[in-house]
């Protein structure tokens, strides 16, 4: 079956950088674009941006470009989501998700499945 | 961006009852609308996807309906494992957007 499995919490200072993986099994890697969402605590869900895990092509929310870089590894079907220059407010569960088909007219309607999310908390 | 608005932000009833969901999107999103459900702790489940299609393994009691602007989770008959909060997402040109959720709790 498809599975996304994440890798672990993480504790970062004010400033510093966080990287998070996502390592993809159950299907042809390259086949799909995946996404990341984000969500801070008791709060809803906000798209980040995707990749094309074929191409390695992204695309960022405006919020998070210039402090985002999403890249993929083929080799080990994983995509890694990259948050710069933290701040409070980004404590939150990151999630990765499978979305559209690379070879589609668009990127996907929907997520499915979601990984199983990793709390990113910010902290001096 | 598309904004989503969901109605209500707490709904109360109790298993058994049918529970209607809404989601009104700022502008058209056409048909591309999904729904998700998430229990404390968990990953969001996408259960419907494109207004009305349930997703995989999906129980028959989750409908999706709506087109435009108006859309609707109904949920026929309430089991307990149902109360939790629910999304709706657009996908958009070059975005996505989620509802702020509709929590759905035992009466």
């Known amino acids: 079956q498809v599975q996304l499995v994440q890798s672990g919490a993480e504790v970062k200072k004010p400033g510093a950088s966080v990287k998070v993986s996502c390592k993809t099994s159950?299907?042809?890697?390259?086949?799909?674009?995946l996404q990341w969402v984000r969500q801070a605590p008791g709060q809803g869900l906000e798209w980040m941006g995707i990749?094309?895990?074929?191409?390695?092509?992204?695309y960022y929310a405006q919020k998070f470009q210039g402090r985002v870089t999403m890249t993929r590894d083929t080799s080990t079907s994983t995509v890694y989501m990259e948050l710069s220059s933290l701040r409070f407010e980004d404590t939150a569960v990151y999630y990765c998700?499978?979305?559209?088909?690379?070879?589609?007219?668009?990127?996907?309607?929907?997520?499915?499945?979601w990984g199983q999310g990793t709390l990113v908390t910010v902290s001096s | 961006e598309i904004v989503l608005t969901q109605s209500p932000a707490t709904l109360s009833l109790s298993p058994g009852e049918r529970a209607t969901l809404s989601c009104r999107a700022s502008?058209?999103?056409?048909?591309?609308l999904a729904w998700y459900q998430q229990k404390p702790g968990q990953a969001p489940r996408l259960l419907i996807y494109?207004?009305?299609n349930r997703a995989t393994g999906i129980p028959a009691r989750f409908s999706g309906s709506g087109s435009g602007t108006d859309f609707t989770l109904t949920i026929s008959s309430l089991e307990p494992e149902d109360f939790a909060v629910y999304y709706c997402?657009?996908?958009?040109?070059?975005?996505?957007?989620f509802g702020q959720g509709t929590k759905l709790e035992i009466k």
């Open positions: 998700a499978r979305s559209g088909r690379t070879t589609g007219t668009y990127w996907g309607d929907y997520f499915d499945p």
């Open positions: 159950g299907y042809t890697f390259t086949s799909y674009y």
């Open positions: 990749i094309n895990a074929d191409a390695g092509t992204t």
């Open positions: 502008q058209s999103v056409s048909s591309y």
């Open positions: 494109d207004t009305s």
């Open positions: 997402q657009q996908r958009g040109n070059r975005q996505y957007t």
